[in-house]
């Protein structure tokens, strides 16, 4: 009987005490606001530098336009230089991430070069039926985009886009963010060229 008694004045004793609760209650809840917190600064990174490279793209769009070329380089290099220094270092200029597309018009920018011939009449290039096309962009193939690489000349259009793959700062939420921590940012913007060079 003493030692129930004991036992019950034990536990009633145990359960009043209060020490130790705020430590128990932090070791519950601090993982997930850690997992928040870094959560939160990652998205607020990509969305960072996705601002970034929009704003890189304007200012690089606005200096291509004018067809200026300076002394000892050319418009592709400058082109670079400003979305590097615009993006502050973040989005790393490698082959790949600045795509320059030149275009007769607006309407026509991400549309395949037009068939000339379509032999079973559907729609699509099929080089072995004998299917023709206009080579828009000169490369001598077909193509599902007909812009042609380059910068343009005056009064063409151009389409500049950025694709950029963002890594997370830690792997601790890299199977939730992207591809295993890998996300691909991409901007772009279409111009049209001002009357420059003989144009002027």
């Known amino acids: 009987m003493n030692i129930d008694c004991g036992i019950r004045c034990f536990l009633r004793a145990l359960g009043a005490c209060r020490k130790g609760v705020t ?14 917190l870094i959560g ?20 690089a769009s606005r200096f291509g336009i004018t067809g200026y070329v300076p002394e000892g380089t050319d418009r592709e290099t ?14 790393e200029i490698q082959p790949g991430t600045i795509q320059t597309l030149v275009y ?15 032999v079973n009449g559907n729609g699509q290039y099929d080089a072995a039926d004998g299917d023709e096309f206009e ?14 690489d380059g910068v343009g000349d005056a009064g063409e259009v151009v389409l500049y886009t950025v694709n950029h793959e963002w890594h997370t700062f830690t792997p ?25 060079g003989n144009d002027e």
């Open 172 to 196: 601790l939420l890299a199977h939730l963010i992207g591809d295993n921590g890998v996300v691909t940012l991409t901007a772009s913007v279409a111009v049209r060229n001002e009357p420059f």
């Open 40 to 59: 939160m600064i990652e998205l607020l990174m990509i969305m960072f530098v996705n601002t970034l490279m929009e704003g890189a793209l304007r200012e």
């Open 104 to 118: 007769n018009n607006f309407d026509v920018i991400g549309d395949p070069e037009p068939l000339t011939v379509d």
């Open 78 to 91: 400058m082109i670079a230089d400003i979305i590097y220094d615009h993006t502050l270092g973040l989005v």
């Open 23 to 36: 430590a128990i209650e932090l070791a519950f809840t601090a993982p997930i606001i850690i997992f928040t």
């Open 135 to 148: 080579d828009v962009n000169g490369n001598g193939t077909w193509d599902q985009d007909q812009g042609a």
